[in-house]
């Protein structure tokens, strides 16, 4: 089974400062990643993917993750907070064959103080 | 492009009433899902639709919950009869190549409460 571990509930830090949200996971093949944003009362935003390639993927509003294949984990980063990224992020997984199901962690809540 | 429209947004129902959900998704994505997330908690996948076939629904509570995608577009997810425990947001999402590894879009789902 697949699995999605965010270790922790809330992230604090300041304006200007670089953030990192920390996800790892659990897969049978190889993976397929991805980190999504939700704002209150939204739906999920798709930030970013790793399906292949280069370890380091960017994605929508200045935000990147690297993949670790022997660590299995797939770190959110972005250099500089904004007040505006607060929201809560999802990482989530799925085996690259075939049609699986894709799995979410249960989410990270980023605060960015002013 | 529009994204994925959901209806309602909101619901209030009384417990043991049925409730009907509705999506439309981004056109050209023939692969539909519809999720249920809890509240501090991430999605769960209820059922996937492949254009009209519904390709995986192994957790979808069958005895009070079905869906629909007539004509491989439009879906509705209806709950009969609604228990207090489905109080929860059901999102709707929808993607055009997931084996190639093509993202979700999500719609901003329907929030469930019921008395």
């Known amino acids: 089974a697949q699995s999605v571990a965010q270790p922790e509930d809330q992230v604090n830090v300041a304006e200007g400062n670089p953030l990192t949200v920390k996800c790892t996971y659990s897969?049978?093949?190889?993976?397929?990643l991805f980190w999504y944003v939700q704002y209150p009362n939204r739906g999920l935003q798709f930030l970013l993917k790793?399906?292949?390639?280069?370890?380091l993927v960017k994605g929508s509003y200045g935000f990147e993750a690297e993949f670790n294949k022997s660590q299995t984990s797939f770190h959110l980063k972005k250099p500089s907070a904004l007040v505006s990224d607060s929201a809560l992020y999802f990482c989530?997984?799925?085996?690259?064959?075939?049609?699986?199901?894709?799995?979410f962690g249960k989410g990270t809540m980023l605060l960015v103080s002013p | 492009e529009a994204g994925v429209v959901q209806s309602p947004r909101y619901k209030i129902i009384e417990k043991k009433q049925p409730v009907a959900f509705w999506c439309n998704p981004i056109?050209?994505?023939?692969?539909l899902y519809w999720y249920r997330q809890n509240l501090g908690q991430g999605p769960e996948l209820l059922i996937r639709?492949?254009?009209?076939?519904?390709?995986?629904d192994s957790q979808l509570p069958k005895d009070r919950f079905s869906a629909e995608r007539l004509k491989g577009v439009d879906s509705t997810l209806k709950i009969q009869p609604a228990e207090l425990g489905d109080s929860a947001v059901y999102l709707c999402?929808?993607?055009?190549?997931?084996?190639?590894?093509?993202?979700?879009?999500f719609g901003d789902g329907t929030r469930l409460s019921i008395l």
């Open positions: 790793y399906i292949t390639g280069d370890n």
């Open positions: 056109s050209g994505h023939n692969t």
């Open positions: 639709y492949e254009n009209e076939e519904a390709v995986d």
């Open positions: 897969v049978s093949g190889n993976p397929y």
């Open positions: 999402a929808s993607s055009q190549d997931p084996g190639l590894g093509q993202p979700q879009h």
């Open positions: 989530a997984v799925r085996d690259g064959s075939g049609y699986s199901t894709l799995t």
